[in-house]
Structure formats: structure tokens, C-alpha cells
Nanobody, 125 residues
Framework: QVQLVESGGGLVQAGGSLRLSCAVS????????MGWFRQAPGKDREFVAA????????YYADSVKGRFTISRDNAKNTMYLQMNSLKPDDTAVYYC??????????????????WGQGTQVTVSS
């Protein structure tokens, strides 16, 4: 089994920055692609960013490209999401996710086998 635990959420003013972390424990070697998704109240969960373990190739939603940076430290079994120039529209619960099957579509939630419990990010205007 794999456990994912997010941290680093909080309240920040528009234009500010936050760094989210996702600690992976358990069968960490089974995880290849890891991703971040977010869900705002009344909205569907949406893709934010993803990173492949084997190649470090990254993927971003258009809405965050140029502002957010995804990274991972395989030695620490931790993934990060550096969020800069935050906007009120970024307010959501952020979830990290892990794919144990190296699926071809990292932008869709169905590609992931494991999920964290989420961390709240609130951006005030």
C-alpha cells in the first residue's frame, strides 16, 4: 500500500506564494507518475500538474503554467508544488495523487491509484 500526506496549505494574499509538499510512504517504489489536483467548492476536481518519476517530464494546466512548479525528491519520497503569483481563483483543496501503472494520461484523475487527504489553499483578494 501507499500513503500520501499533503502539507503546506494555508491563507495567503493575492500575489503571494505557497509551497505544498506531498510525503509518500509505504510501497514508494511502485509510484511512477505523481500529480496535483484541486477542487474548489461546487466545482469538479481539476488537474494542476504532474511529474514522471522515470523521466522527470512535467505537465501543467494552462491556468497555472508559468506560476506553479512541480518537483520531486525521490530520495526523500516527497513531491512539491511551488505556487507563485497566487490568485483568488487558485483557492481550493489541493490533493496529491500517485499512479502505480505509468498510465498514458497524467492529466486525468482516473489515471491515479492513490490520493492524499487534501490541504486547503485560500487566496484572499
Amino acid at each position: 500500500q501507499v500513503q500520501l500526506v499533503e502539507s503546506g496549505g494555508g491563507l495567503v494574499q493575492a500575489g503571494g506564494s505557497l509551497r505544498l509538499s506531498c510525503a509518500v510512504s509505504g510501497r514508494t517504489f511502485s509510484i511512477n507518475t505523481m500529480g496535483w489536483f484541486r477542487q474548489a467548492p461546487g466545482k469538479d476536481r481539476e488537474f494542476v500538474a504532474a511529474i514522471r518519476r522515470s523521466t522527470s517530464v512535467t505537465y501543467y494546466a494552462d491556468s497555472v503554467k508559468g506560476r506553479f512548479t512541480i518537483s520531486r525528491d525521490n530520495a526523500k519520497n516527497t513531491m512539491y508544488l511551488q505556487m507563485n503569483s497566487l490568485k483568488p481563483d487558485d483557492t481550493a483543496v489541493y490533493y496529491c495523487a500517485g499512479d502505480a501503472e505509468s498510465r498514458a494520461y497524467p492529466r486525468i484523475a482516473a489515471s491515479y491509484d492513490y490520493w492524499g487527504q487534501g490541504t486547503q489553499v485560500t487566496v484572499s483578494s
